[in-house]
C-alpha cells in the first residue's frame, strides 16, 4: 500500500504542475481571466486554481502575469 501511496503522489504532482505550467501560458497570453483558465483547465471552481498555484508558484495568478 505504501509504494502505492508514493506512485499516487507522484502522479498527482506531475498533473498539477503540468496544470500549472498551462496556467502560466495562458496567463501570459493575457487572452483570458484567471477565472477562464480556471474552467478551462477543469476546475469546478477558480478560487482551486488561484489556491494551488499560489502553493506551487509562490504568487497568485494575477501577480504572475503583472510580473511576467
Known amino acids: 500500500p505504501y509504494r502505492r501511496q508514493r506512485q499516487m503522489c507522484k502522479e498527482t ?19 483570458m481571466s484567471v477565472s477562464e483558465i480556471a474552467y ?3 476546475f469546478k471552481y477558480p478560487h482551486h486554481l488561484s489556491r494551488l498555484f499560489k502553493k506551487v508558484v509562490g504568487v497568485a495568478p494575477n501577480e504572475y502575469r503583472v510580473t511576467n
Open 13 to 31: 504532482e506531475y498533473i498539477q504542475l503540468t496544470t500549472i505550467d498551462r496556467a502560466k501560458e495562458l496567463l501570459i497570453e493575457g487572452n
Open 40 to 42: 478551462e483547465l477543469g
